[in-house]
């Protein structure tokens, strides 16, 4: 008994329509901001997504490291500020600092540079079923992303309540591998 409205936003849009009440809940990645409530819906495996060709691309996996002196693809910082303090910090503990050879805002868009040869990027493993051609996927050591649900702190919609239960249940169940 529970209407859904899917709407495929830029994060920031998301976290403003949660916190003005627009929207009741999400489903996002982390990290997130805290003055919202999350849940963690999946975990899965993060990539090294490389043009095909690549010297690394044959790898079984890869560390984060391994990518120092690649150009890369990223979305822009201000498309989502706390998830590029987290990628800095990140590129930081594998000893380097990023050099960005260009940005896109999807992660196709960012699919698509790779696949010509810009640059490099991570994203989630699900995301290879958005481009199957072009690029590589390569696992990297350690790395994991997860989705979550996410809601206004005290947010009464009885609906929620329903919604995180049916999401508790079916979460576990989920095949990030077949996601996309």
Do not use: C, M
């Not at 994060?11 to 999350?38: E, K, N, S, W």
């Not at 805002?105 to 790779?114: D, G, H, I």
Request: aromatic letters at 6%; zero cysteines.
């Amino acid at each position: 008994d529970i209407a859904f409205e899917a709407q495929d936003l830029p994060i920031a849009q998301l976290v403003a329509g949660l916190r003005d009440g627009v929207l009741d809940a999400g489903f996002t990645r982390p990290p997130g901001v805290d003055d919202l409530v999350t849940e963690r819906v999946l975990r899965e495996p993060v990539a090294a997504v490389l043009p095909d060709g690549h010297a690394l691309a044959g790898r079984d996996h890869l560390r984060l490291a391994d990518l120092a002196g690649e150009p890369w693809v990223l979305t822009p910082r201000e498309s989502w500020p706390p998830w590029h303090r987290k990628y800095d910090e990140d590129f930081a503990r594998a000893g380097f600092t990023a050099r960005i050879a260009q940005r896109g805002s999807t992660p196709q868009s960012l699919l698509a540079l790779v696949a010509a040869g810009v640059g490099v990027t991570r994203l989630p493993l699900s995301s290879r079923s958005l481009r199957r051609s072009g690029v590589a996927f390569v696992p990297l050591d350690g790395e994991e992303a997860e989705v979550v649900l996410a809601w206004r702190r005290g947010a009464a919609n009885p609906a929620l309540t329903a919604l995180r239960a049916i999401v508790r249940e079916i979460g576990p169940q989920i095949d990030p591998d077949g996601a996309g």
